[in-house]
């Protein structure tokens, strides 16, 4: 089955990575299938309705380049913890700010997580409730500025490997980042500086690309 779907879909055993900016003047328009323009719709922010829309726009760009076609193309579900699924198919979504991220993979789970680094936000007090024994004692060794930076390394790991797991809950406190493999790195985008993390479960090779918007 593997087999055929890689002749079908010509994707070669990777995690394949897509990030895109977007701004303000992104106009919402009608994407499909219903189930996803209707939760787009229902949204009420602003900048949340614009990154709903836009990473569903680089994931019907990334299904176009991978697979020859696009979120018209695929028959999408979404179970009752809120995962997004298309047969054959394994996909993420994540967006931050004025970034999107999307995580596409053929033979297994994966999931993505992409994070603006908020020197407010990622705080030594947040640290203190959500980061292991290990991941604190790795943490204390380091300045100011890069607490900061393995904080958020930390959360996007436990973001992306929740995502890849499709649980009920997010418990970050229970996720040892320490276990897993991860592909992680920091992004200077032009909207500021960004932390992403893709997780799968059998440590596939990971190829990253920054898509232009007008490309979307």
Not at 26 to 54: F, G, H, S, W
Not at 72 to 89: E, H, I, P, Y
Not at 143 to 152: E, N
């Amino acid at each position: 089955m593997l087999d055929e779907l890689q002749q079908q879909y010509n994707i070669d055993n990777k995690v394949h990575v897509y990030v895109a900016e977007f701004d303000d003047s992104v106009e919402v328009q009608d994407v499909k299938p219903p189930i996803r323009n209707d939760a787009i719709a229902a949204t009420t922010d602003p900048l949340l309705k614009r990154q709903r829309y836009c990473v569903w726009r680089l994931l019907d760009y990334a299904l176009r380049q991978l697979i020859g076609k696009g979120v018209d193309g695929l028959n999408f579900t979404r179970d009752a913890n809120g995962k997004w699924s298309a047969g054959g198919v394994y996909f993420s979504l994540s967006h931050s700010r004025h970034a999107v991220a999307v995580a596409v993979c053929l033979t297994e789970s994966v999931g993505v997580d992409i994070e603006y680094v908020a020197q407010d936000r990622f705080n030594a007090r947040l640290a203190e409730r959500v980061l292991t024994d290990d991941e604190q004692r790795a943490r204390r060794i380091f300045s100011d500025l890069f607490k900061v930076y393995h904080f958020v390394s930390c959360w996007t790991k436990k973001e992306a490997i929740f995502k890849r797991d499709g649980g009920a809950a997010f418990l970050p406190s229970a996720i040892n980042t320490y276990k897993a493999p991860i592909y992680s790195l920091r992004l200077e985008l032009n909207s500021g500086i960004y932390w992403l993390s893709a997780a799968t479960v059998s440590n596939l090779p990971t190829k990253l690309r920054i898509i232009s918007p007008p490309n979307l």
